[in-house]
């Protein structure tokens, strides 16, 4: 009996044989704004969930792949090119309830921005009527779908990343204080550190190195550092800065 030939097989073969799930993409955008760790949501302007925040996303398209549409949903909700975003897969959400739709499995991505770079907007689509920075600490109580359960893994990986990788310098300038980078690190951990330790740690990595320069205050001026190359992406040992 002859095989049958993959060409063979997929002319003769019947997708709709199987039930197939929506795809889609969520975006979890976080900034360090005004001492405080933000992440960037919609208001829904259509059902489901009218009025209700959520994280910018929406429906893979058949021939893009999952980055591209994570990207063109971004700047389709908020405004924001994803050209030059820290953009990272997080995890993948399928519990078969969270979308009353259909069954939806989403796949989530977070995100890393400087917000004086960005201007997030409203774009002028109808299913969204707002965008704003929210405080981590201070969400809004009526997010739609599941996604403050996405949120809250989102920041609980992020701050596990920091402890082992440098993902969290992407909200950094070129040039910053040793004081910058720890109000940093504090910022997203969500807690005080020790400032001795943290500074004695943070030299002997041997990734920073000072300039020229000074940040004037209304102290004594502040050295300015910055990476001996590139911005890092995995270069923080695992290591865990004593707490204040």
């Known amino acids: 009996m002859r095989r049958q030939s993959q060409k063979e097989f997929l002319e003769g073969y019947d997708a709709s044989e199987f039930e197939r799930p929506s795809v889609t993409v969520d975006l979890v955008m976080f900034t360090a704004m005004d001492r405080s760790l933000k992440v960037l949501l919609i208001r829904r302007g259509q059902q489901p969930f009218s009025g209700s925040w959520a994280l910018p996303g929406g429906f893979v398209e058949m021939e893009e792949t999952l980055e591209e549409a994570a990207a063109r949903e971004l700047e389709q909700e908020t405004g924001v090119s994803a050209e030059g975003v820290y953009l990272e897969q997080l995890y993948t959400f399928g519990d078969p309830g969270r979308d009353p739709r259909t069954r939806v499995i989403t796949v989530a991505y977070f995100a890393l921005v400087d917000s004086s770079a960005i201007t997030p907007k409203v774009t002028g689509q109808e299913e969204i009527s707002d965008v704003r920075w929210f405080s981590v600490r201070e969400l809004p109580k009526d997010m739609a779908f599941d996604h403050r359960t996405i949120l809250e893994y989102a920041v609980k990986r992020l701050r596990n990343k920091l402890e082992y990788t440098a993902v969290g ?58 990476f001996k190359d590139a911005k890092p992406s995995s270069t923080f040992k695992r290591t865990r800065f004593e707490r204040g």
Do not use: C, V, W
Not at 190 to 216: A, H, V
């Open 169 to 226: 310098l992407e909200l950094l300038p070129d040039q910053f204080t040793l004081s910058e980078l720890q109000s940093l690190y504090e910022t997203i951990l969500g807690e005080k550190l020790d400032k001795r330790n943290f500074r004695k740690k943070t030299l002997s990595m041997g990734i920073l190195q000072p300039t020229k320069g000074y940040r004037k205050g209304g102290h004594r001026p502040a050295m300015l550092y910055q």
